[in-house]
């Protein structure tokens, strides 16, 4: 249930981190992953903006706030969680924009594999948005850094930033580091 999601620490520290990037007049693409959802609390409610989402649910969320401009794609949507639209109508949408910014999550990160998920048709949709987007943030929590999902979505080096958490494996966000990205450990709080 995502309206009611419970955030870890980790993963409210990524998601306040990540909205800070968001700009007066940016066009932005938001995650349908939990952390979209934790990052509602954190996005401008002060200036203008457009998000694009894939989520019925976070539509929904964002149909009361009068900062926002909101698009959400069409096409399939996957029953229960984040009601994601992610099939071949999605993608299709998402293709003909572009984004200032987008903020993306997944199963895994790792140096020599790449960004990584677990289907082909959120693999697909997800390489449309990120080819299609001036700055690229990737959102991953500690377990997810070092880790080889099912399909391969891109190489590290099409990420501008990844934005983890104070349990992520050193050794590689060095190696991720050295392939050009830039890192942001956000720390814990006491």
């Known amino acids: 249930d995502m309206k009611n999601i419970e ?52 539509a929904d969320e964002l ?4 900062n926002v401009t909101v698009y959400i794609t069409g096409g ?23 984004f200032d910014i987008c903020f993306i999550t997944g199963a ?3 140096s020599d594999f790449g960004f990584s998920n677990g289907t082909d048709e959120t693999a697909t949709f997800q390489r449309t948005v990120i080819e299609n987007s001036r700055k690229r943030i990737l959102m991953l ?3 997810k850094v070092g880790v080889k999902a099912f399909i391969k979505v891109c190489d590290i080096n099409c990420f501008d930033t990844l934005i983890t958490d104070w349990d992520a494996v050193e ?14 450990v956000v720390e814990e709080r006491e």
Do not use: C, Q
């Not at 050794?171 to 942001?184: F, N, S, T, Y």
């Open 171 to 184: 050794d590689e966000l060095v190696k991720i580091e050295e392939k050009g990205l830039e890192i942001i």
């Open 7 to 58: 955030a870890y620490p980790n993963y409210d520290a990524i998601a306040k981190k990540a909205a800070t990037f968001v700009k007066e007049n940016d066009v932005v693409y938001l995650t349908s992953g939990s952390l979209g959802f934790i990052m509602l609390k954190y996005l401008p409610k002060d200036f203008p903006y457009t998000l694009v989402v894939n989520s019925a649910t976070l």
């Open 63 to 66: 149909k009361y706030w009068d």
């Open 76 to 98: 399939k949507m996957r029953m229960h969680g984040t009601t994601s639209l992610v099939d071949s109508f999605a993608t299709a949408f998402v293709k003909n924009m572009h």
């Open 108 to 110: 895994g990160i790792d």
């Open 141 to 143: 929590p500690n377990h």
